[in-house]
C-alpha cells in the first residue's frame, strides 16, 4: 500500500481498559506524528517521531498515554486505563525529514476509539 | 504560543458559486501554512501549502490560498464551488524548526446548495 494504515478502524472499550493502536506509515518517512480529534477539542498533536531521535511527547494529555515506534517504522499508540473523555479519532501521519516544518504530512484515515 | 483561528464554523453556498475560507494564524516570524480538506469518512488531505515565495499558492481541485503577512492571513478560495467540494476545511501552521508538529484550526464545515 502506499499509503498510511492504520488499525483498527474502530475501537470499542470499557472503561478502565488499556487499549492499542498501531500505524504504519508510509516506506521512506523518517517522521512520524499522533494526532487526536474530538469534537470538543477539534485536532491536536500528541506525539512526533523523527528518526532515531527521543520523541516529543509534548502532546500527550496525561501520563495514561505512551507510544514507540519499533524499527523506524511502525508505530503503537497505547492508551491506560481509558476514560470516557479520550474517546476521539486517533489519527496517524507521515512526513520526510521534518525538522523545520516544512515536508507535507500524510495522514492515514484514522482509529476511532469509542470508550463506554 | 502559535494559534490558528477559522472564524466560520460552517458556510453554505450555492453550486457555482464563489468560495472565500477565512483563517488567521498567530505566530512571531513567517510560518509554513497549510489547508487540508476531511470529507466524511475520509482522512485529511492536502490542498495547498505555504513555505515562502509567491505569496498566492495553487493547489489541487482548483483551490488556492493568499498569504497576508500584514493581516496574518491565509484564506482559502474557489472561484466555482462544486457539489463534491462539500467537506470541512482546516487551516493549520507550522513554526520554523518545531519538528512539522501542526497546530490546526478549529475547521470550517463547508456545504453546498444545488
Known amino acids: 500500500g502506499a499509503g498510511v494504515s492504520q488499525s483498527p478502524s474502530n475501537k470499542v472499550t470499557e472503561k478502565g481498559k488499556d487499549v492499542e493502536l498501531r500505524c504504519d506509515p508510509i516506506?521512506?518517512?523518517?517522521?512520524l506524528y499522533w494526532y487526536r480529534q474530538s469534537l470538543g477539542q477539534g485536532l491536536e498533536f500528541l506525539i512526533y517521531?523523527?528518526?532515531?531521535?527521543?520523541?516529543?511527547k509534548s502532546g500527550l494529555p496525561s501520563d495514561r498515554f505512551s507510544a514507540e515506534r519499533t524499527g523506524g517504522s511502525v508505530s503503537t499508540l497505547t492508551i491506560q486505563r481509558t476514560q470516557q473523555e479520550d474517546s476521539a479519532v486517533y489519527l496517524c501521519?507521515?512526513?520526510?525529514?521534518?525538522?523545520?516544518?516544512?515536508?507535507?504530512?500524510?495522514f492515514g484515515p484514522g482509529t476511532r476509539l469509542t470508550v463506554l | 504560543a502559535q494559534s490558528v483561528t477559522q472564524p466560520d464554523i460552517h458556510i453554505t453556498v450555492s453550486e457555482g458559486a464563489s468560495l472565500e475560507l477565512r483563517c488567521n494564524y498567530s505566530y512571531g516570524a513567517t510560518p509554513y501554512l497549510f489547508w487540508y480538506v476531511q470529507s466524511p469518512g475520509q482522512g485529511l488531505q492536502l490542498l495547498l501549502k505555504?513555505?515562502?515565495?509567491?505569496?498566492l499558492v495553487q493547489g489541487i481541485k482548483g483551490f488556492e490560498a493568499e498569504f497576508k503577512r500584514s493581516q496574518s492571513s491565509f484564506n482559502l478560495r474557489k472561484p466555482s464551488v462544486h457539489w463534491s467540494d462539500a467537506a470541512e476545511y482546516f487551516c493549520?501552521?507550522?513554526?520554523?524548526?518545531?519538528?512539522?508538529?501542526?497546530?490546526f484550526g478549529q475547521g470550517t464545515e463547508l456545504s453546498v446548495k444545488p
Open positions: 517521531f523523527q528518526g532515531n531521535s527521543a520523541p516529543d
Open positions: 505555504y513555505f515562502s515565495g509567491d505569496t
Open positions: 516506506s521512506g518517512h523518517t517522521a
Open positions: 501521519a507521515s512526513s520526510l525529514v521534518s525538522a523545520s516544518g516544512n515536508n507535507e504530512q500524510f
Open positions: 493549520a501552521v507550522v513554526g520554523y524548526n518545531q519538528g512539522g508538529k501542526l497546530i
